[in-house]
């Protein structure tokens, strides 16, 4: 007769393995329905603290290029740029790349780091201040002449270290138009005496001024300096409006000065005989032009000039004397 003992032992792996398996697989389960349950909690989050706090790329615009200082040797851009910040917090603007060509040639290129921070929901005006030295220029190009207008494009990146969307560029250009002043030519072509005598003689320097640009130049002062043979007769300021139109474009100006006869020596019995004299004169003249206000300079060495005398002391204003 069996006992318990001898009654075989019923195990339940099957039953066992399988109920562990379910239940690795419910808290496998749970835990990654946990994980994505915080994906989707933190992207939800994301978006709502996006459209909440409103982060976005800035905006620019380039409002137009000043000329603060133009002469013969070089001139001075300044490029203005509107920057936008729709952002709640400044964002710094890191570095600004600029770039100026003309018909594809690079002129002048360079980089303005730390460049500053706009400022949350604001906007601000960047000055971006450009020089081009004009005998660069040359030294590169021969074929830009002085006198000659060029056109030229500022290439300009904006580089921005926005919250959340990390560091951006904003490209930026504008086209136009730049001057390579040339300085005019002078030429005393004759002098006329108003009062003579050994000891003070008042007289009137006849000047042919030729703009050699090609741009007008609208005269409003004279400064001068004047050597006959090798005495300087003295030189002074002149208020004279004139305009002298582009490409040869003449004006003839009268320059008063005074200077003492005896001084000078052969140079004076020279122009007294009617023969001509040697002259240098030196100055600037200001004008203004298309692109500005601008002091140009005048030279003129080696010159040949001839006295002029009034009918009154035997002469004929109209007629240049004979050599």
């Keep these: 007769m069996s006992t318990s003992e001898d009654k075989p032992e019923v195990v339940e792996r099957g039953f066992k393995d ?14 990654g329905g946990f994980i994505e349950k915080v994906k989707d909690f933190i992207h939800d989050i994301g978006e709502k603290i996006e459209e909440v706090i409103g982060f976005g790329k800035p905006t620019a615009d380039v409002k137009g290029i000043h000329i603060p200082k133009v002469n013969i040797h070089m001139i001075d851009l300044v490029v203005d740029v509107l920057i936008k910040n729709p952002n709640p917090v400044p964002i710094p603007l ?6 100026i060509e003309s018909d594809g040639r690079k002129l002048v290129s360079g980089l303005i780091p730390d460049a500053g921070t706009i400022h949350a929901h604001g906007e601000e005006t960047v000055k971006i201040p450009l020089t081009l030295i004009y005998d660069d220029i040359k030294k590169t190009y021969a074929d830009i002449k002085p006198g000659s207008i060029i056109p030229y494009r500022v290439k300009v990146d904006l580089i921005f270290d926005v919250p959340v969307l990390g ?8 086209k136009g138009e730049i001057p390579i002043p040339y300085k005019p030519d002078v030429d005393i072509e004759k002098i006329q005496f108003k009062k003579f005598s050994f000891e ?5 320097l006849h000047l042919k001024l ?3 640009n090609d741009f007008d130049l609208g005269l409003n002062a004279l400064e001068y300096e004047v050597w006959l043979g090798d005495v300087n007769i003295g030189g002074a300021e002149l208020s004279k409006s ?8 003449i004006s003839y100006i009268d320059v008063p000065v005074t200077f003492r006869p005896k001084d000078f020596g ?3 019995w020279d122009m007294i005989r009617g023969k001509g004299t040697g002259y240098t004169m030196k100055g600037n003249i200001d004008v203004d032009t298309p692109f500005g206000a601008m002091k140009l300079p005048i030279s003129k060495e080696g010159g040949t000039t001839r006295l002029k005398k009034n009918k009154e002391d035997g002469g004929n204003d109209d007629d240049d004397d004979e050599d």
Aim: glycine fraction near 6%.
């Design 18 to 31: 399988e109920k562990k398996h379910k239940e690795d697989d419910k808290e496998e389960g749970e835990k």
């Design 94 to 99: 890191i570095d600004i790349n600029y770039l």
């Design 167 to 174: 560091r951006f560029t904003l490209p930026l250009e504008k």
């Design 200 to 204: 003070e003689t008042v007289a009137n």
């Design 242 to 249: 004139a305009k002298l139109e582009k490409s040869g474009g």
């Design 210 to 212: 030729e703009n050699m």
């Design 266 to 268: 052969s140079a004076l």
